[in-house]
């Protein structure tokens, strides 16, 4: 099966196994979402739908906020089923915002926290220096924890940690360890 995989591998057949839809406003994304059931039984094959900035059709022409929360409540819910029955993962990507304190300003979820309710896991990217970290920051499974990582031609990819190098007199190993002491040497 991997031999006749790599046979068939190339950029032509990836995308010929890519669907895109494309939704204007909420009411085209909830459409589509109503009648994603029915595409992911046609083409069983589906195992990944990608729902790429779920905050941009709910941010604008929404005086009625509980009207928006409660759509996107009704939306989360039909993921989590579609994702269920399918046998499907459903990856939402959600924008961030700047929200001003009083003496701060911090990066806040577009859609506020309580959207975050609705995902099982959110993994947050994000640069530090000119480093990019990916944090785990809710599973079911795992604790919160952060990676860096670089983007190269082959995809997604570890940062390799440096070199340990041989430690010479006087220095440890491990920095976050005590120093011996002459005593403790002998």
């Not at 039909?78 to 269920?84: G, T």
């Not at 859609?111 to 975050?116: A, D, R, V």
Request: glycine fraction near 4%.
């Amino acid at each position: 099966d991997h031999r006749k995989a790599l046979e068939t591998f190339s950029l032509e057949n990836i995308l010929s196994h890519i669907y895109y839809f494309r939704c204007r406003d909420y009411t085209e994304l909830l459409a589509q979402v109503y009648l994603l059931p029915e595409f992911l039984s046609e083409h069983s094959k589906v195992r990944l739908v990608v729902i790429d900035g779920i905050a941009f059709p709910f941010r604008h022409d929404f005086e009625d906020l509980s009207l928006r929360t409660r759509l996107l409540n009704g939306l989360a819910q039909q993921l989590i089923i579609i994702a269920s029955d399918h046998r499907s993962a459903v990856v939402l990507t959600n924008q961030m915002t700047t929200r001003i304190g009083q003496s701060q300003s911090t990066l806040v979820p577009a859609l506020g926290e309580s959207w975050g309710h609705a995902a099982t896991v959110r993994l947050i990217f994000h640069w530090d220096n000119s480093q990019r970290l990916a944090t785990l920051y809710k599973s079911p499974s795992q604790k919160e924890s952060t990676i860096a990582y670089h983007i190269t031609s082959h995809g997604f990819r570890d940062v390799q940690p440096p070199a340990v190098t041989p430690s010479t007199e006087g220095t440890e190993l491990n920095p976050r360890k005590r120093p011996r002491t002459e005593e403790e040497k002998q």
